[in-house]
């Protein structure tokens, strides 16, 4: 297994001590702050395996499926533990997390038509917000910066409405081709 696949699993396994930091007391006081460079430190992993892959020609299957998949549960496990802590809105959470699989979905129905579709460049903002929400949400600043993470929330979601549209709208063709 190379480096790039090797980051991805360590990804993968960070997750369940990101949960147990943030919906448990085994951190006491620090047991956010924890949960918070668990997630910084997963989170950092997704951009280094990334560019080692390229960089050194490490592309592999095992990585083109298992990377994106590590980051959907990496975020989807964050949000759901914001919903537990009340940090976050539910139906905010349903949004989001419906918009990974109506992209997984289609990315699945491209590969079956031998289209890789890519990143694009509302996917990469809309996820950048997503983790500066968790972040700011996992962080919880108090009062002072409620408003920072209100727009900050909107931000994120607002992204990933337009990045949802974005490959719909760029990708139809493979969508109306595909056999469905």
Not at 135 to 150: H, R
Not at 171 to 179: P, R, T
């Amino acid at each position: 297994m190379n480096l790039p696949n090797k980051l991805t699993v360590l990804r993968v396994l960070m997750i369940p001590f990101f949960v147990v930091f943030m919906l448990t007391d085994l951190g006491g006081e620090y047991g956010k702050y924890i949960a918070l460079a668990i997630f910084v430190i997963a989170s950092l992993t997704d951009l280094l395996d990334g560019k080692i892959a390229r960089k050194r020609n490490l592309v592999t299957n095992f990585g083109k499926f298992m990377d994106p998949l590590a980051d959907k549960l990496l975020v989807c496990s964050a949000l759901i533990c914001l919903v537990e802590m009340r940090r976050l809105a539910a139906w905010i959470v349903i949004v989001i997390i419906a918009r990974e699989f109506i992209i997984s979905g289609f990315r699945l129905i491209a590969s079956d038509n031998g289209v890789v579709i890519a990143a694009s460049y509302w996917g990469k903002f809309k996820t950048t917000f997503q983790m500066i929400m968790i972040i700011l949400l996992i962080l919880d600043l108090g009062e002072s910066f409620a408003a920072v993470e209100t727009a900050v929330i909107w931000i994120a979601l607002i992204l990933t409405v337009v990045s949802l549209v974005d490959y719909l709208v760029k990708n139809k063709g493979i969508l109306l081709e595909g056999d469905i």
